[in-house]
């Protein structure tokens, strides 16, 4: 399929995502690319998208790979989302610690989110990287994104599995390098949900960097403070996300009769508003805050410590805005 490469809407640590037309069809939609030389995440996000279908997970469209500036490019084309990441839709409420979204918007994200969860799960896949930036908002709601670090749960399928995520949001078990299930998709969700009550914020506070973030995941003992002007409903809700023992953490399944979602459902649903842009404007102009370069970290002492624990040879680790994404290398088959 021949196709036209617009500007760019996304960068993320691994690769950047272009609005694309298609000059026949006059069809729009969104290409991430990167060297085809260091494509192997993308090409296991390939695998894993091609298989989903779901309105509550961004649609897959195909792949190719292209000669640009006689580089050889991997293109995963997928449905354009018009509305941006939810990451976005908080900052835009007055977010980045300030604002706040209101319990019956976080119902509904939540809910939407959590349908896409059940989905998945139910297929045998973990997302692995739940987080408002990897939720994208289209016209008829929240989609799960960035299938970059998602894997399939049974071996067979999935042989060399790495660790992966983003440590912020990682569940007790996952920054241990223990186990990495659909319940670690679980806490994830929850801290998500402190994401959007906390205008942005982050479920770890006083934590300096990275390599702390997961010794105190791991080790103490604690959870995440749960924001106080939530209702004893959402808290519960929280309650059943962030257990630290996976066993006893709900699943998708069970949260979806979370009273917490059935309040939020019973309201007209209700959403942060959105500068969405249609698929026919988004190639004139740039309407995306392009996240900044990513830049690699320096594996200290501690750090390969914690990259012993778990037990996959981290061997990327990058900076995804806030917070990093850690990748190993491992997963090559
Ligand atoms: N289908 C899409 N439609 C519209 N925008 C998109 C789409 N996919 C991605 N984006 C934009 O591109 C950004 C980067 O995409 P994505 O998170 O998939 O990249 P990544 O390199 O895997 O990021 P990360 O650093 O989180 O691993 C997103 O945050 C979003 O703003």
Known sequence: MNWTRGHTIGRGSSATVSAATSPHSGNVFAVKSTELSQSQFLQREQKILSTLISPHVVE??????????DRLVYN?????????????????????????LDEAVIGNYTHEILKGLEYIHSIGVAHCDVKSQNILIGESGAKLADFGCAKWLNPREDKAAPIGGTPMFMAPEVARGEEQGLSGDIWALGCTVIEMATGGGSPWTRVADPVSVLYRIGFSGEIPEFPDFLSSQAKDFLGKCLKRDPKERWTAKQLLNHTFLGESNSHTK?????????????LDHGVWNTVEESETLDLDSPAKRIGLLLCSGVANWRWDENWITIRSNNNEH
């Not at 897959?60 to 500036?69: A, C, L, N, R």
């Not at 509305?83 to 977010?95: E, Q």
């Open 60 to 69: 897959y469209i195909g792949y190719d790979i292209t000669k640009e500036k």
């Open 76 to 100: 995963l084309h997928m449905e354009y989302v018009p509305g941006g990441t939810l990451s976005d839709a908080i900052r835009r409420h007055g977010g980045g610690g300030g604002g706040r």
């Open 270 to 282: 209700q959403f942060v508003e959105f500068n969405s842009d249609s698929p026919t404007s988004i």
